[in-house]
């Protein structure tokens, strides 16, 4: 497997799709009872798509744990399958899905197919602050050898700063998605509020998907969805998926599952210079994070 190497997509850097062309990517017919949970790349989408299988299954694990994660949502944008064994698209499995589905994308909304704006499809959209996705993006891409080259951790905070990485400007997308909300049936959710209050956030998620659980049930997801859970679940925690891709000895997929560990990583000048830039870059939106608990 080789380093992915970015293409331009109408000023985003994207890879290039697996077995596909972004064409089709555009042309995808959406259904109406599709759900998406579109975030900008570790933001929170593997937590996420667990709760809505859970809540959609009703709390029943085994049906969960029917499948990775991976397979059971198909990754709209890019490849479900390791490469070149079984090089299907993320595309095709949706295609051939039966309904309802869910299905993941990591598009900026400017990108997204007309298909599923015109389907009108519920969106799940998960932000996290800047900080510590960034962190997490930046271990990812070590652990990933289908990512870009990272780079030192220096280079990666100025890449990420300037949105010359895959998917482009996490301001941008963030910022791209709350508008949207205002226009479409988009539930924008917070990372921080998901950590501080998973119970509160899980039930916000069942009211947008119109399903009622009960206080069983709902104690079994939250406790299902957590993080010490998900790490050690083998159809959550990626090590059945990509095995030549992943090397989580350099850095589990479920690395920390926390709060400010950005503090963990940023000298005091690059906090300061990041939030000057942050302040100029976000000074346009009523969007507000939280950095820490
Ligand atoms: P860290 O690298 O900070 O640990 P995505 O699924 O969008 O790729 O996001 C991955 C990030 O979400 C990782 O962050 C991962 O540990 C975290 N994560 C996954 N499941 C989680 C859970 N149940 N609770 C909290 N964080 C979770």
Known sequence: ITRSELVDMEGVPLTKPMGITWDQVQKFKARPDDVYIATYAKAGTTWTQEIVDMIQQNGDTEKCRRETTYKRHP????FVAEPPSERYSGVELANAMPSPRTIKIHLPVQLVPPSIWEQNCKIIYVARNAKDNMVSYYHFHRMNKAMPEPGTWEEFVEKFMSGQV?????YDHV?????????????YLFYEDMKENPKREIQKIAKFLEKDLSQEVLNKI???TSFEVMKENPMTNYTKDFQGIMD???SPFMRKGVVADWKNHF???QNEKFDEDYKRKMSDTSLVFRMEL
């Open 267 to 269: 000298t005091v000048a």
């Open 75 to 78: 990754f709209l944008e890019w």
């Open 248 to 250: 989580h000895s350099i």
């Open 166 to 170: 895959l998917w482009g400007s996490w």
């Open 175 to 187: 910022k791209g998605w709350w508008k949207a909300k205002d226009k479409h049936r988009i539930l």
């Open 222 to 224: 939250v406790h299902n």
